[in-house]
C-alpha cells in the first residue's frame, strides 16, 4: 500500500509502505525444492515512511511494536556504507537489500537526495513473523522492482515470505527452476476457533536452517511428492480430525528428513495435536485444542510459554 501525504515536489514528500507477516502451514523447507506450501500472511506486519530531506545520505531508523529505536544508521548514498550504525550485522543486511535494488532499477536512488526512512514493526521482532520479509517488500515498492526479484539477490529463501508480505490472504506458493507461482485461496476453517499460535521462544536464524536442509535433508524429491499431497488436501480439509492427521502426517515426514523429533514430543501431555512452522522448533508452533482458549493459554504458561494467540487474531 502507498500512501502521498505531499506533492512529490517538495522536500517534506512522505511515502509509506506496508508488508504483512508470514507464516507457512504447509511445505516448510521442501518448499525450496518446489513443494506446494500453504502459507498465511498476518494481520501485524511493518511499515515504511520515507521523507525527504534536504541532505545527501539516508538516515535510517528502525522501531519496535513499542515505538522504540532498535536500528540506527546513516547510510552514504554513494556506496552504501554505513557512515555510522548501531549494528554492524543489521547495516550489512540493509546495504545488501539497497545494493540489490539498485541493480534492479538503476534509477533508484540515483538523484542524490538525501532520505530519512523509518520503519515500524507490529509485532517483536524476536516472533520470526518477517521482520526481513517485509523489509525487503517494502523496498521493492520504493525501488519500483518486483519484490521476489529483490528476495532472490537478497537471500536463498523460497521467497514465500515476501509474497505474503503483499499478499491480502492465504496463498498457495510454488517456486522451482522454471517459474514462481503463488495463488490466493479461501483458506477459512471452520474449527479455527481450536487453532492457536504458540511462541516457542527459541528464535531461528532462516539462513542457517536452510542450509541444514539443503545439506542434510534426505528423500527430498519424494517429499515434496508427500508435502503437495497434504498441501492439496489441506486446502480443502472440513473437521478438526481431518486437519489434526494431516498436522501430524506432515510433522512425521520433516521429521524424517531433517533428523529432528516432531515438536509434540516435548509436550507429550497436551491433549491436542502441534505442527512446528517455518524454521522448526523455533518460533511459532500451531495447536489444535478442543477445550477454552483459557485452559489452552494455563496449559502452555506452565510450560514457560506465555505467548498464545487464536487464529483469527493471527491470520490476515
Excluded at 544508521?73 to 539497497?98: G, N, P, Y
Excluded at 542524490?112 to 514493526?121: A, I, R
Aim: aromatic share 12%.
Amino acid at each position: 500500500m502507498i500512501i502521498f501525504a505531499a506533492d512529490q515536489n517538495k522536500t517534506d514528500i512522505k511515502t509509506r509502505y506496508y508488508g504483512h507477516g508470514k507464516l507457512l502451514l504447509t511445505g516448510e523447507y521442501a518448499v525450496l525444492d518446489g513443494a506446494k506450501a500453504l502459507a498465511l500472511p498476518t494481520i501485524k506486519g511493518q511499515s515504511m515512511t520515507i521523507k525527504k530531506t534536504r541532505g545527501s545520505d539516508l538516515v535510517w531508523e528502525s522501531l519496535d511494536e513499542e515505538g522504540n529505536v532498535w536500528f540506527k544508521s546513516t547510510i552514504s548514498l554513494m556506496d552504501f556504507s554505513a557512515l555510522s550504525t548501531t549494528d554492524e550485522e543489521v547495516s550489512k543486511r540493509l546495504q545488501k537489500i539497497l545494493k540489490s535494488a539498485v541493480r534492479l532499477n538503476s534509477e533508484f536512488l540515483s538523484k542524490w537526495n538525501g532520505f530519512k526512512v523509518e520503519t515500524q514493526l507490529e509485532f517483536p521482532r524476536q516472533w520470526g513473523l518477517g521482520s526481513s520479509s517485509t523489509l525487503v517488500h517494502a523496498v521493492a515498492e520504493w525501488a519500483e522492482v518486483h519484490p521476489l526479484m529483490l528476495c532472490y539477490k537478497c537471500s536463498n529463501g523460497s521467497g514465500y515470505d515476501v509474497a505474503c508480505a503483499g499478499a491480502e490472504g492465504p496463498i498457495v506458493f510454488q517456486s522451482d527452476s522454471d517459474s514462481v507461482s503463488y495463488t490466493p485461496i479461501d483458506f477459512s476453517p471452520s474449527f479455527s476457533k481450536h487453532l492457536f499460535f504458540v511462541y516457542l521462544g527459541n528464535k531461528q536464524q532462516t539462513e542457517t536452517q536452510i542450509e541444514y536442509y539443503l545439506k542434510k535433508g534426505k528423500n527430498r524429491k519424494t517429499l515434496v511428492k508427500q508435502i503437495n499431497e497434504i498441501t492439496e488436501e489441506m486446502m480443502n480439509v472440513k473437521s478438526l480430525s481431518d486437519f489434526e492427521s494431516l498436522i501430524e502426517k506432515h510433522e512425521q515426514l520433516l521429521s524424517q528428513s531433517l533428523s529432528y523429533p516432531p515438536i509434540q514430543e516435548k509436550f507429550p501431555d497436551f491433549w491436542g495435536k502441534m505442527k512446528s512452522l517455518g524454521a522448526w522448533g523455533g518460533d511459532f508452533a500451531l495447536v489444535t485444542s478442543k477445550k477454552s482458549q483459557e485452559d489452552t493459554e494455563a496449559y502452555f504458561q506452565n510450560q514457560g510459554l506465555d505467548t498464545v494467540i487464536p487464529f483469527e487474531e493471527m491470520v490476515l
